[in-house]
Each structure stands twice: as structure tokens, then as C-alpha cells.
């Protein structure tokens, strides 16, 4: 079976007949997406519920239960963050699922988290990773070319974990590699951010921004686990600002300004492909204004529909890999230059190829 089950369920308007053996395979790519959480509520706001047989019935039950769990532990870590944060008297920034939780945002209904992302002025981010190791998060990341990769060449530091709680943050200070293609300066972001209600320094993106970075981070990624996921959540976003006065308008002379263009258009156009959600017809002639040449847009459109089913055997076509190690190799030619790509690449392919070969060296230079 190569059949994508769990896409189509977004825009039906009728419960899907699905047997067992379906059923099966639709939850493991949900899981595999991290969806099902959202797919339980989905069936719940539609009124499916009743009608799913009891076996699916208590995996779509008990992802609602794991991620209301998760909600409650989220709230909490977002309050030890603000409260270590606190002397510091620079905003602090939600990124993604935390600024979706606590903004109360309609795709926090059912996400999943793995970690925390927040942003803070470039200038304040020693400062800022000062305050997360008193309050109890440290970084692991002991390999020097790997800190000289996220400090020098990456949008944020490597990845900081609460010695207690084993969570985990990303500390950004942009949304985009300084080496990038799509490089944005931070401090544009921080002028236009939103307030958090209750947290006096905590904000959240404005609504623009808040789709800007969610499509950069999608189509400048290298893994798309996740990627169905990340195109819901873009979806989500569109639909619940949409409707404001002036959003879309915005939103494209907001990407032309941080030149997030190329992200923009590739987003509107899958989201436009798998649940129909498009600009208005006045900006249709812009949006597709901003798209890249006509072979690069055929090549991205081919490997993006493959790429953006779920990660499962199920969903897998012969040319599934294909598109993948493709995008792959995009991701990191759109985030560093060459003279720095290729020598991270053969660095990461040795180390895939003998993991503990550092470690070796480490021992041998301790023992000189």
C-alpha cells in the first residue's frame, strides 16, 4: 500500500470508511507526524468520534491525553523561563508551539514538543544564556567544531538542558542562518513583536512574522518528519489571521522586506495544493510573482509533494529518497555558502561513518 491516508482527512467533509487494516496505517503515519494528537481532535470537532471502532479509538484517546500532559508541562517550563529570564529586561521571544500554546493559537489544540524555542536581541544572547544555566539548563554540546558551528554560523546556540527536568531550549536571536540565503535580522522581528498576556516580558511574533518564520523554517529544513505537520500548522495560521483586515497585504510586503519571498511562495502554493487555502485573488498575481524560475519551481513542486507526505513505508514512492536526500543537500546549500557547506557535509558523513573517532582523539591528545 503507498497510499497518503491522513492528508486528505483535513478537507473532508465526510467521516472516512476505512477499515482496520486502514485504520492501522493512518495512525501510523499520523504518529510518525506527530499528528495524532490532532487528528483525535479533529474526529472530536467533527463529531466522527462516536463512530471510530474501539481499538483506533484508544490510540486517538490517549494522544489527547499525552499532549493535554504535555500542554500543562509546557505552561510550566514557559513560567521557569520567564522567571530566570527575569533580570535580564529584554523581550523574550516564543517561537512555534510554545508562542502557539500560549497565545492560545488553534493549532496548540493536540502539539506535540520536543523542546522550547525562543528568541532574544542578538546583543543580550550571552546575557540571556547566562540566566537559563543559573536557572538550571546547561549545554552538552561539548564537540569545539560543533560550538563554533552554532555560534558562528547558525541563527542560535546549541541546544540548552534542564539538569531536572531533562527539557530542552533553543536560544535563537533570528529565524535564519547569518549565512543564509534567507538571513533576516532579528532585531526587524523584535520591533513588530506581541505581548504574551500575564508575562510582562514575554511576546510572541506578530501574525506576519509568525507565518514568515514557520514557512522559512519548513522549506529551509533538511528533515521533513515533520513536514505535514509544519504545513498544517502554516494552514492553521493563515486561516485563523486571514480574516483580519489588511493581514495578507501585509504579509507579502512583510516577506518582499526580510526577503523571505521564495519560503512564502512555496508555502502558499502546497497549502493552496493539499487544503485549498489561498491569498485573495487581488495578491494571486504577486504570490506568483515571487516563485523561482520555471525549472527550479517544477523541481521543487515534484520534490516537495513527495517530501511532504508522511514519513511511513506506506506513503514511501520509488523516488520518495530521491526527493529527500534532494532537499537534504538544498537545505544546507541555502544555509551556508559552499566554501563552508562541503566541509560540513564530509565532516558529518565521517562522523556518521565513525562515530567515535573524535572520541578516540580526545583520549589520545589526554594521554599526551
Known amino acids: 500500500m503507498n ?44 463529531g466522527w468520534i462516536e463512530h471510530v471502532p474501539a481499538g483506533p479509538r484508544c490510540h486517538l484517546e490517549g494522544a489527547i491525553r499525552l499532549a493535554e500532559r504535555q500542554q500543562h508541562e509546557v505552561r510550566w517550563e514557559v513560567n521557569c523561563i520567564a522567571r530566570a529570564m527575569l533580570e535580564l529586561n529584554t523581550p523574550v ?26 528568541l532574544v536581541d542578538k546583543d543580550r544572547i550571552e546575557e540571556a544564556e547566562s540566566c537559563l544555566l543559573g536557572g538550571g539548563w546547561i549545554c552538552e554540546e561539548r564537540d569545539a567544531y560543533n560550538q563554533r558551528y552554532y555560534r558562528e554560523w547558525m541563527h542560535e546556540i546549541p541546544p540548552l538542558r534542564h539538569v531536572k527536568r531533562n527539557t530542552f531550549i533553543d536560544l535563537h ?25 500575564g508575562y510582562p516580558m514575554l511576546f ?36 485563523r489571521f486571514g480574516p483580519t483586515p489588511g493581514f495578507w497585504d501585509e504579509l507579502v510586503a512583510r516577506a518582499d ?18 487544503f485549498g487555502t489561498q491569498a485573495p485573488p487581488h495578491l494571486l498575481a504577486r504570490v506568483e510573482a515571487m516563485g523561482p524560475n520555471l525549472l527550479a519551481r517544477a523541481l521543487m513542486s515534484w520534490s516537495l509533494g513527495l517530501a511532504l507526505r508522511p514519513m511511513h513505508p506506506s506513503c514511501d514512492l520509488p523516488l520518495t529518497g530521491v526527493a529527500r536526500w534532494f532537499l537534504y543537500v538544498r537545505s544546507h546549500m541555502l544555509r551556508m555558502p559552499l566554501q563552508l557547506v562541503i566541509p560540513h557535509l564530509l565532516r558529518k558523513a565521517w562522523m556518521r561513518q565513525f562515530p567515535n573517532s573524535e572520541k578516540d582523539e580526545v583520549v589520545l591528545q589526554q594521554k599526551a
Open 257 to 274: 522586506e526580510l526577503g523571505l519571498q521564495t519560503p512564502l511562495f512555496h508555502a502558499l502554493r502546497h497549502i493552496g495544493r493539499l
Open 204 to 239: 510572541v511574533l506578530a501574525p506576519a512574522d509568525m507565518v514568515l518564520h514557520s514557512a522559512v523554517h519548513l522549506f529551509q529544513e533538511g528533515d521533513f518528519g515533520h513536514g505535514l505537520r509544519d504545513l498544517l500548522d502554516l494552514n492553521d495560521l493563515l486561516i
Open 3 to 46: 497510499t497518503d491516508l491522513l492528508s486528505p482527512v483535513w478537507t473532508s467533509t465526510a467521516q472516512p470508511e476505512l477499515t482496520l487494516r486502514q485504520w492501522s496505517v493512518m495512525l501510523g503515519q499520523a504518529r510518525q507526524t506527530t499528528l495524532l494528537p490532532r487528528l483525535a481532535h479533529l474526529y472530536i470537532d467533527r
Open 93 to 118: 521571544v516564543l517561537l512555534k508551539g510554545a508562542a502557539y500554546v500560549m497565545h492560545e493559537l488553534p493549532q496548540a489544540q493536540g502539539r506535540l514538543f520536543s523542546d522550547i524555542d525562543i
Open 173 to 197: 536571536h533570528t529565524i535564519a542562518p547569518p549565512t543564509s540565503r534567507f538571513r533576516v535580522d532579528g532585531r526587524k522581528l523584535l520591533e513588530r513583536v506581541v505581548p504574551v498576556k
